[in-house]
Structure formats: C-alpha cells, structure tokens
C-alpha cells in the first residue's frame, strides 16, 4: 500500500513570496489533515478535510494560509505571503475516518520551508 | 482542550541499557493516548495506542506503554534499547469523541533518544 505522498521535498522562498504545497492521500482516506511543525515543537493540526469537507480549520492564519481538497483526493495548502515565522516542516496525514474514534493517522514525509 | 507534556527534551542512553520516555497530559474527559516516532529524514511513523482495555501496550519492535489514569501519564518503556531506536519520540492525545465523531490530536514537544554503542 503506497504511504502519503507529498511534494516538494525542499522549498526556499523570501518573505513576501507565496508557496505551495501538494498531498496525495492513503487510496480510500477520507480524512486528510495539515500540520505544521516548526523546529523544537511537536507538529500542530493546521487544518482537517473530511471528503472535501473543512472539519476545522481554527488553528490556520487565514489571513495568509489557505487549503483546498478538491474531489475529496489531492489536498494543496497555500501560504501568500510568507513570513520568516512560516519556517517549518508542513506534514499531511490522512486516515480512513474523523480521528474521534481513535483511527491512526498516517503521516507523508513532510515538506520544509525556509523563509529567508 | 486537552495538552501534553513530554518531561525530557533529549535523553542520551547506552546500548542495550533500559529507558523511560514521560508523557503527561491534561484533559477533563476521556482520551485516546498515542506515541509516535520519527526517525532521521523520515514521517512520523505510529509506535504504539492505547484506546481501551488493557493499560498496557505493547509495539512490534519491543516498546511498550502503560496508561495510569489516575497520574494522567502514558509513559513509554523499552528494557534494552538498540543503535537503531536512535530517534524524536512524539506522545499525543485526542479526545474519545467515538465513533466517526471529529477529534483533534494534540502533540507533545518531543523527546530525542539518542542511544550510544
């Protein structure tokens, strides 16, 4: 079974700019989940899509960040303009249900950003 | 809302020798309680949960937990670590909203196991 995939890897901006990030999902997941985890600290939930559905998105600075899951698969999150704060490892998860039921929650490799 | 502490940032420890990495959380209902790991230049990989029953859990490569209830900790032991346990060890915790109901996972700060040969 093929994990979370995410892309790019590496990503070098300077502040101001705007940057994108792409997660491709477990096969059959539901639910699909951003984070955010900045050195030194544990990873924090940006934002959960069930199907294509926003579940919560309380902890996203929508002022600059934004998600989308279209047709319930793929998930991009968007972050326009950067700040120096930005830099982090932003890492998609996915499981097959809402986590309340104590699903397990698949993580990608993570994508990190640097903000210059 | 529910938070979780990870009482040691770093814990060095000799091949072979026993280790105990300490979760604590806070919540005023009932949770569900998990540790992950993150090797070097990998994703967060799922070690071990507990959801109910037994207190004791047990992973596949010889850690184990145990939930304590009433000291609201889920501490994580292995009696003789490997070179390869060498990792960043994440505790966290959702809220046991059951069924298909919407919970969110709160992370501790992590704890880096480096075991030396």
């Known amino acids: 079974e093929a994990g979370v995939a995410q892309s790019p890897r590496y990503k070098i901006i300077e502040k101001r700019q705007s940057v994108a990030f792409w997660c491709n999902p477990i096969?059959?997941?539901?639910?699909l989940y951003w984070y955010q985890q900045i050195l030194g600290q544990g990873p924090k939930l940006l934002i959960q899509f069930q199907n294509n559905g926003v579940v919560d998105d309380s902890q996203l600075p929508k002022d600059r960040f934004s998600a989308e899951r279209l047709k319930g698969v793929d998930s991009t999150l968007k972050i326009q303009p950067a700040k120096l704060e930005d830099s982090a490892v932003y890492l998609c998860a996915s499981s097959t249900n809402l986590a309340g039921g104590g699903e397990t929650q698949y993580f990608g490799p993570g994508t990190r950003l640097l903000v210059l | 809302a529910q938070s979780v502490t990870q009482l040691d940032s770093q814990v060095p420890v000799f091949e072979e020798a026993p280790v105990e990495l300490r979760c604590n959380y806070s919540s005023s209902v009932s949770v569900y309680l998990f540790w992950y790991v993150q090797y070097p230049n990998q994703g967060l990989q799922l070690l071990l949960k507990y959801l109910s029953g037994s207190t004791l859990v047990e992973s596949i490569n010889g850690f184990e937990a145990e939930f304590n209830k009433s000291q609201t900790s889920f501490h994580l032991r292995k009696p003789s670590v490997h070179i390869s346990d060498t990792a960043e060890y994440f505790c966290a915790v959702i809220v046991n909203a059951g069924g298909t109901s919407y919970g969110k996972l709160t992370f501790g700060q992590g704890t880096i196991l480096t075991v030396h040969p």
């Open positions: 096969s059959g997941h539901a639910t």
